[in-house]
């Protein structure tokens, strides 16, 4: 039997890569012919991802945190000059201790100096992965170090005219929101990077200024596309300054490593993610993996460490919907990566 491995991260246990590891030996002890696929939407674990996908190399650089400390942030560059930026790797979540997170104070500066490490190696088109940001700044931080690092005495302008003129920017991400409002990225996601109601209301101020202020200089206003709100407003600054487009992280990644042509020579494809449910259904990127092998009639297995909504998963389209962690499990445990390992491997002895 041919299997296709193309499995999201367990977030807060184990990578892409780590998890289709686990399954690869699992299945190939048991005489399965493998194909492993690091995947990501855009979030988690997308620098490794595409750039295995791009066949590309991995470089660091010295940049700043979100609260302005002194970091070493990864990067990639594919062969054909394409630079891609996991954003998180320098304004990210976890990058802060859960006293330290304060939207209010953190900052996107970090992603612009990778952008301009970037720029200095030649890079004229960027993938850009805004998944987990502990920021809500709508990329005022970004574009302040554009503007530090190559137009000190200047403006954005002498940026957008001398430095990123003739660049394309792709951002790899399935948030939908537009920058301010009730659905916005303050209202949204805020709370969960630490923002009480009253910083909530204050951020989501903040970014509406800027979207004025920014729409009245440019002549455009992108504040309300949908994915100005991804990563705390970052999509916004690079829709509205650097013309970036938005596509779905998931579908970005498939198609560049031509997913739809594996297909046509696999049985079986196993997907899955730290926990799913009913969400997976909006784009995620299982979904995503699903919708596809439908046109090849080839079927999906959705395996999760944790599975809700089961009967509306195979409604959907997956032939199965199974979950790794057995019953009583307490999750301090289950997301313990041995304890992840020996549920892969118990449940593929059951059920192949």
């Known amino acids: ?5 193309a499995i999201d991260s367990f977030k807060g246990c184990l990578t892409s890569e780590e ?13 399965m012919t493998v194909r492993s696929l690091p995947m990501s939407d855009g979030g988690e674990g997308m620098l490794e991802a595409f750039i295995s996908a791009l066949h590309g190399k991995i470089i660091q650089a010295e940049v700043h945190d979100p609260l302005m400390r002194p970091i070493l942030a ?12 996991e954003t998180a790797k320098a304004c990210g979540l976890t990058l802060m201790t859960a006293e330290e997170r304060n939207p209010l104070v953190a900052t996107t500066y970090g992603v612009g100096e990778l952008i301009a490490h970037a720029l200095h190696q030649g890079c004229k088109k960027f993938i850009i992965g805004l998944g987990g940001s502990g920021t809500s700044d709508a990329g005022r931080g970004m574009l302040r170090a554009l503007t530090d690092i190559f137009a000190p005495h200047g403006t954005i ?8 003129a003739g660049c394309q920017f792709t951002l790899a991400s399935d948030v939908r929101n537009p920058l301010y409002g009730k659905e916005g990225a303050a209202f949204t996601f805020g709370p969960q990077k630490g923002a009480t109601p009253e910083m909530v209301e ?5 970014a509406r200024l800027f979207a004025d202020q920014s729409a009245r200089h440019m002549g455009k206003d992108t504040s309300q596309q949908p994915g100005a709100g991804a990563a ?4 916004y600054a690079f829709m509205q300054y650097l013309s970036a487009s938005v596509c779905s992280g998931a579908d970005l990644l498939l198609n560049l490593i031509r997913f739809d042509e594996l297909l046509k020579d696999t049985d079986l494809v196993i997907t899955g993610e730290g926990h799913a449910d009913s969400q997976t259904l909006m784009g995620k990127l299982p979904e995503r993996v699903m919708r596809r092998a439908q046109k090849y009639q080839v079927p999906v297995w959705l395996v999760a460490g944790q599975t809700d909504d089961a009967e ?4 959907a389209g997956f032939t199965r919907a199974d979950k790794l962690t057995p019953e009583g499990l307490a999750l301090h445990e289950a997301i313990k990566p041995e304890i992840t390992r020996q549920n892969i491997y118990r449940w593929v002895c059951q059920n192949l």
């Open 1 to 5: 039997m041919k299997i296709i491995l």
């Open 74 to 85: 990864s990067y990639g560059i594919a062969p054909d000059g394409t630079a891609v930026i």
């Open 232 to 235: 705390g407003g970052l999509g």
């Open 202 to 206: 204050e951020l989501d101020r903040q």
């Open 157 to 164: 302008d002498d940026v957008l005219t001398n430095h990123t």
């Open 312 to 315: 509306k998963l195979i409604t």
């Open 19 to 31: 998890v289709e590891t686990i399954f690869s030996q699992a299945l190939s002890s048991r005489g």
